[in-house]
């Protein structure tokens, strides 16, 4: 029985060395790899900045691109792989296309604005013609009040110069006044 009780003693104590070093090389793994990935997203950064200051586009943020950093983004050298810059190159090209609809617009300006916020050209267009449209037809709807406000003054001006008016007085109101009033 003693012959079993420390052999279970021993398995136990091996199964926690065991237990132990596992847990440590695999934080020590992490580690590795986090360090790497740390350093694909630092060359991934500075190929995105040095691409997009080639394309002379001042408001693109790396974190914008949404660049997944796996280990596979680095080649056995420590440089990016391909597929990694391309990525980041289709990304900027992407923005760069968009830049050159939104410039043959005629409101380019303000769809350059609503672009920056979403980095979404068709949507930044419809939103702004949608905001202009709606301008507009208020401006419209404005100016139709202030006319209807002219002419009822006008009409009001009228009736009232007519009950002010001597009764020997022949009044000149219109039919269509007297109804635009009602």
Request: hydrophobic residues 35%; charged residues 40%; proline residues 1%.
């Amino acid at each position: 029985n003693e012959p079993i009780a420390l052999f279970e003693k021993m398995a136990k104590e091996t199964e926690q060395i065991l237990k132990e070093t596992y847990e440590s090389i695999n934080v020590q793994v992490q580690n590795f790899n986090d360090k790497k990935k740390e350093k694909i997203k630092e060359l991934s950064i500075e190929y995105f900045n040095e691409y997009v200051r080639s394309k002379n586009i001042d408001f693109l943020d790396y974190s914008q691109a949404k660049i997944n950093i796996t280990l596979a983004l680095l080649t056995e050298k420590g440089e990016l792989t391909k597929r990694a810059r391309d990525e980041i190159k289709e990304f900027i090209d992407n923005v760069e296309k968009d830049l050159e609809l939104i410039n043959e617009e005629e409101l380019k300006t303000e769809i350059l604005i609503e672009y920056k916020k979403t980095l979404n050209a068709s949507n930044s267009i419809l939103e702004v013609k949608r905001r202009f449209k709606a301008i507009e037809e208020e401006k419209k709807r404005q100016e139709e009040l202030q006319l209807k406000k002219e002419h009822e003054t006008k009409i009001i001006e009228k009736v009232v110069n007519v009950l002010e008016a001597p009764n020997n007085f022949e009044v000149n109101i219109r039919e269509e006044d007297i109804v635009q009033m009602t």
